[in-house]
Every structure is written in structure tokens, then in C-alpha cells.
């Protein structure tokens, strides 16, 4: 069955200092992740997809199936990125429908 | 253009009642999603609809949840004989399509508390 760890639920670095939220996922298929991202009284919304080896507000995120890990990292972490973040994988269901797994999220705290 | 939206934001109801929890998509997205977010615990997969198609209810926890889709737009999520344990925050989310890559755009969430 897939599963996706986030083995921190907080994590708190310094402004300017560079963040790394780990993401590890077990799926026997071929994975497609994303990172949310929840800001305080905010909606969950996507941050990045790894499909598009894209950055967003600084963020990188590069999968490695070998490691079977999706870390999420910036290097100056802002005020403005305390948020709970989460990774989900994408995969089908035994109904055939695609669904989204998500870890358990971590809350990331950028101290001025 | 408007986003998902949800009703009520907020539901307190005693243990044994039914309670329904509303989903507005956006318009034209065929696909719908219904997630439960609890505390700790990350958000958890409930029901899946795909335009006119059968829902993908493997995610339902007991025979108490139900949901329907009227018209390919509106989902109702229905929790019967709510209990203790069903208090969660209630997210539903909407997609262009049901395909893996889609992004999946999330309401604000329905928050229930079962006295």
C-alpha cells in the first residue's frame, strides 16, 4: 500500500537560514507528488508538483526514487513561509480512481 | 473567478444526529474530492466523483457516510449517528479532471465538533 512519511511535525529555523522538509514515500507505481501548503487561516493549496521541476516563492522539491524521497528545501527561509506543509502522492485506487495520500504534515516555524 | 466553497464553515451537533456538510465546486471542474482532516493526523481520502461516473467510495470510514453529487456540480457529504470520533475538519477539493497531475483546488473547510 503507498504511504507518506513526514517524520517532523515541527520544525523551526531562523530567517535567513535554509529549511529542509523531508518527505519519503512508499508506491509501487510510478509516483507523482506534490507539496501543499496551509498559511494561518488559509485554505490548503498547491506549492509545487514534481512533474514540473518547478520553484515556487523559493522552493524546490527534486524526487529521488532511488531514496524514495521528495524533500522539500529553500535556501533563506522567510517570516512569510511559516505555514503547515504537506506532501501527497498521487496514485490510483483499487476503483481506478486517482487519489491523493497525504503525510501528516509538518509545521514549519521561520524565527525573525 | 469564485473557488471551492463549503457550508456551514462550522458545526456543532450532539452525538446520534445526522448532519449534512455542502460542497460548491468550481464550475466546470469534473472532478470532486471529499477529505477528513484531524488533528495529527493529516488529511484522509473519503470520496471521489468523476463527472456522471460511479463514485470511488473506498475512503469511507463506516456505512455512516454518504455523499452524493447532484448534476455533476454540488456534493453533499452526509455523516449519520455522528460520533465523538467523527469530529474533524471536513475538506472537499475540485479538479479540472480525475488525472493523477491535476491540481486539486481545496475549499475551506466544514469544522465539526460532535458534543
Known amino acids: 500500500a503507498q504511504r507518506v512519511t513526514q517524520p517532523e511535525k515541527l520544525l523551526s529555523v531562523f530567517k535567513g537560514a535554509p529549511v529542509e522538509l523531508k518527505c519519503n514515500y512508499s508506491?509501487?507505481?510510478?509516483?507523482?507528488l506534490f507539496w501543499y501548503v496551509q498559511y494561518s487561516r488559509q485554505r490548503l493549496q498547491l506549492l509545487l508538483r514534481?512533474?514540473s521541476r518547478e520553484s515556487i516563492k523559493g522552493f524546490t522539491a527534486d524526487l529521488n526514487k532511488g531514496e524514495t524521497s521528495f524533500h522539500l528545501k529553500k535556501p533563506f527561509a522567510q517570516e512569510e513561509d511559516s505555514a503547515m506543509y504537506y506532501c501527497?502522492?498521487?496514485?490510483?485506487?483499487?476503483?481506478?480512481?486517482?487519489?491523493?495520500?497525504f503525510g501528516k504534515g509538518t509545521k514549519l516555524s521561520v524565527i525573525p | 473567478g469564485a473557488g471551492v466553497s463549503q457550508s456551514p464553515s462550522n458545526k456543532v451537533t450532539e452525538k446520534g444526529k445526522d448532519v449534512e456538510l455542502r460542497c460548491d465546486p468550481i464550475?466546470?471542474?469534473?472532478?470532486l474530492y471529499w477529505y477528513r482532516q484531524s488533528l495529527g493526523q493529516g488529511l484522509e481520502f473519503l470520496i471521489y466523483?468523476?463527472?456522471?461516473?460511479?463514485p470511488d467510495k473506498s475512503g469511507l470510514p463506516s456505512d455512516r457516510f454518504s455523499a452524493e453529487r447532484t448534476g455533476g456540480s454540488v456534493s453533499t457529504l452526509t455523516i449519520q449517528r455522528t460520533q465523538q470520533e467523527d469530529s474533524a475538519v471536513y475538506l472537499c477539493?475540485?479538479?479540472?479532471w480525475g488525472g493523477g497531475a491535476y491540481e486539486q483546488y481545496f475549499g475551506p473547510g466544514t469544522r465539526l465538533t460532535v458534543t
Open positions: 477539493a475540485s479538479s479540472p
Open positions: 508506491y509501487s507505481g510510478s509516483p507523482e
Open positions: 514534481h512533474i
Open positions: 501527497a502522492l498521487s496514485h490510483r485506487s483499487g476503483a481506478g480512481s486517482y487519489q491523493l495520500t
Open positions: 464550475s466546470g471542474h469534473t472532478a
Open positions: 466523483f468523476q463527472g456522471n461516473s460511479a
